[in-house]
């Protein structure tokens, strides 16, 4: 990469980015970056991903949705289980056909964060992407402008953000209601009489649900919220699915896996 001048910094962490920077003409004028969707190496030991609320409807059919915790209540789609290893990413880093790709993913090597003053947002650029490099296949810029190729990520990357604020309200809402509780995967082995855990999480408490009130479940079907309940819910039925998933990738039985757990 060429002498570019410090890119402003930033605050937090970026989750799947390296070397996260702020986009600007001066450091990164002369790079251009080849399509994530060609290469999903970056994510393959992401074992759950962020969503929103938007693609809960459609991620269900493929992941189990979660909470990681109660605190910052955002849904998580899960691609693995037991180590750091994504389920739907091969050895070549390609991200298994027919099966959903979160926005968060497909945005990448490009996302949204706040200036230290965080009076704004800013478009971020992950420098550590291997298909970042200076003439590449797409230029980040075209006379001191951002490239169509640039400017059709940046629309996608306001449009996110538009979708997280949403979806922060969702994970506010459920936790405001108490909805959201410690929840656990299980599964039987083959000739044994007890279940074991494999899995621990946050999700909708379907018991809590029932108890609210009238008016506060009106308020959830009102809201839109209740079909993204129940897809959550749904959603569950993928953990055996994804234990399945791990025995096939490795060769082994659900029960060495289980093993591995509680070792």
Same mark, same amino acid.
């Given at each position: 990469?060429?002498?570019?001048?410090?890119?402003?910094?930033?605050?937090?962490?970026?989750?799947?980015?390296?070397?996260?920077?702020?986009?600007?003409?001066?450091?990164?004028?002369?790079?251009?970056?080849?399509?994530?969707?060609?290469?999903?190496?970056?994510?393959?030991?992401?074992?759950?991903?962020?969503?929103?609320?938007?693609?809960?409807?459609?991620?269900?059919?493929?992941?189990?949705?979660?909470?990681?915790?109660? /605190?910052?209540?955002?849904?998580? =789609?899960?691609?693995?289980? +037991? #180590? &750091?290893?994504? @389920?739907?990413?091969?050895? $070549?880093?390609?991200?298994?056909?027919?099966?959903?790709?979160?926005?968060?993913?497909?945005?990448?090597?490009?996302?949204?964060?706040?200036?230290?003053?965080?009076?704004?947002?800013?478009?971020?650029?992950?420098?550590?992407?291997?298909?970042?490099?200076?003439?590449?296949?797409?230029?980040?810029?075209?006379?001191?402008?951002?490239?169509?190729?640039?400017?059709?990520?940046?629309?996608?990357?306001?449009?996110?953000?538009?979708?997280?604020?949403?979806?922060?309200?969702?994970?506010?809402?459920?936790?405001?209601?108490?909805?959201?509780?410690?929840?656990?995967?299980?599964?039987?082995?083959?000739?044994? /009489?007890?279940?074991?855990?494999? =899995?621990?999480?946050?999700? +909708? #408490? &379907?018991?809590? @649900?029932?108890?609210?009130? $009238?008016?506060?479940?009106?308020?959830?079907?009102?809201?839109?919220?209740?079909?993204?309940?129940?897809?959550?819910?749904?959603?569950?039925?993928?953990?055996?699915?994804?234990?399945?998933?791990?025995?096939?990738?490795?060769?082994?039985?659900?029960?060495?896996?289980?093993?591995?757990?509680?070792?």
């Amino acid at each position: 990469m060429a002498e570019t001048v410090e890119s402003p910094k930033l605050t937090g962490n970026m989750f799947l980015f390296d070397s996260p920077e702020l986009m600007n003409k001066e450091s990164h004028g002369k790079l251009g970056f080849q399509a994530a969707e060609k290469n999903f190496s970056y994510c393959a030991k992401a074992r759950a991903i962020p969503i929103t609320v938007s693609e809960i409807m459609i991620a269900m059919k493929d992941y189990p949705i979660i909470f990681l915790n109660r /605190e910052n209540p955002a849904p998580l =789609a899960v691609m693995g289980i +037991v #180590d &750091e290893v994504n @389920l739907f990413v091969d050895e $070549d880093g390609k991200w298994e056909t027919d099966k959903y790709i979160p926005g968060y993913v497909r945005r990448y090597p490009f996302g949204v964060a706040s200036e230290d003053s965080g009076e704004r947002l800013a478009i971020v650029i992950d420098t550590a992407y291997e298909g970042l490099k200076e003439g590449g296949e797409f230029p980040l810029f075209e006379n001191d402008e951002p490239s169509a190729s640039t400017q059709q990520a940046i629309e996608f990357c306001k449009a996110f953000e538009q979708d997280r604020i949403a979806t922060n309200g969702f994970g506010e809402r459920l936790n405001q209601l108490e909805l959201i509780q410690g929840q656990s995967a299980q599964f039987t082995p083959q000739g044994a /009489e007890e279940q074991k855990t494999f =899995a621990e999480y946050f999700g +909708v #408490d &379907e018991k809590k @649900l029932q108890e609210l009130s $009238d008016e506060q479940f009106l308020e959830l079907r009102k809201a839109g919220i209740l079909p993204l309940i129940y897809a959550m819910m749904i959603s569950m039925s993928n953990w055996r699915i994804l234990l399945q998933r791990r025995a096939r990738r490795f060769n082994m039985t659900e029960t060495d896996i289980l093993n591995r757990v509680d070792n």
